[in-house]
């Protein structure tokens, strides 16, 4: 059973394209994020939802837009994509909003995104 | 704002060595959380140990252990017995409280070699 998953793995695009990524969790847990890999493997937070609400915006371009349909699901929209874009996204998740306890994030198998 | 700083892009060792990953991070608060992630090349992101900042007493996993100084704000990571399997980059991460949600704040990486 995959905790964290996302679709597609893979993802080969123009320029100018508009792609989604979806990202699905079945631990029951009320927050998930997306996180940005860049070529030199340095990881950046994006987004992170709470029951469906945006809390965590890193100023990303509104060309990338989250939409959380339920809480077990994050999906990441971009528009016009750019070469730029060319990364590995990654969704994850964790059961506690507030920052306290023990409660780690896991993490899906990445996407990666190439914008030609 | 949290930063968090490895000053080794790359570290190797011998099959059956001990080595350690260095960690370094910056922060105001008092009480945290500080991860090490490892990502081999599949690129899935798995938590290796985790260290609450209110823990004086250094946690570990089996062959994984760390070396957490408060004051210096230091979290280094050892690997005893090194195994071919523990070829990986390794990823200190910080863990956030912002704006009701916690995110995680990641250092550049340490890709380990291990030499049979």
């Known amino acids: 059973d995959t905790a964290v998953s996302q679709t597609p793995k893979y993802l080969v695009t123009q320029m100018g394209n508009d792609k989604s990524i979806k990202c699905e969790q079945n631990?029951?847990?009320?927050?998930m994020y997306w996180y940005k890999q860049d070529s030199k493997k340095f990881l950046k937070i994006m987004f992170s939802?709470?029951?469906?609400?945006?809390?965590i915006n890193e100023t990303v371009p509104n060309r990338f837009s989250p939409k959380s349909p339920d809480k077990a699901h994050l999906n990441l929209h971009i528009n016009s994509l750019e070469l730029g874009d060319s990364a590995v996204y990654f969704c994850?998740?964790?059961?506690?909003?507030?920052?306290?306890?023990?409660?780690?994030?896991?993490f899906g198998p990445g996407t990666r995104l190439t914008v030609t | 704002a949290q930063t968090v700083t490895q000053s080794q892009p790359e570290m190797s060792v011998q099959e059956a060595e001990t080595v350690t990953l260095s960690c370094t991070y910056d922060?105001?608060?008092?009480?945290?959380?500080l991860f090490w992630y490892k990502q081999p090349p599949s690129r899935q992101m798995i938590l290796v140990i985790r260290?609450?900042?209110?823990?004086?007493q250094n946690a570990t996993e089996n062959r994984f252990s760390v070396n957490f100084q408060k004051a210096a704000k230091s979290f280094s990571l050892k690997i005893s017995d090194s195994q071919l399997g523990d070829a990986a980059m390794y990823f200190c991460?910080?863990?956030?409280?912002?704006?009701?949600?916690?995110?995680?704040?990641f250092g550049q990486g340490t890709r380990l070699t291990i030499n049979p």
């Open positions: 922060t105001s608060e008092s009480d945290y959380y």
């Open positions: 991460a910080y863990r956030s409280y912002l704006q009701g949600a916690q995110k995680l704040v």
């Open positions: 994850a998740s964790s059961q506690d909003r507030r920052g306290t306890g023990n409660y780690e994030q896991y």
């Open positions: 631990l029951g847990h009320d927050t």
């Open positions: 260290q609450e900042a209110y823990k004086q």
């Open positions: 939802y709470n029951n469906k609400e945006l809390i």
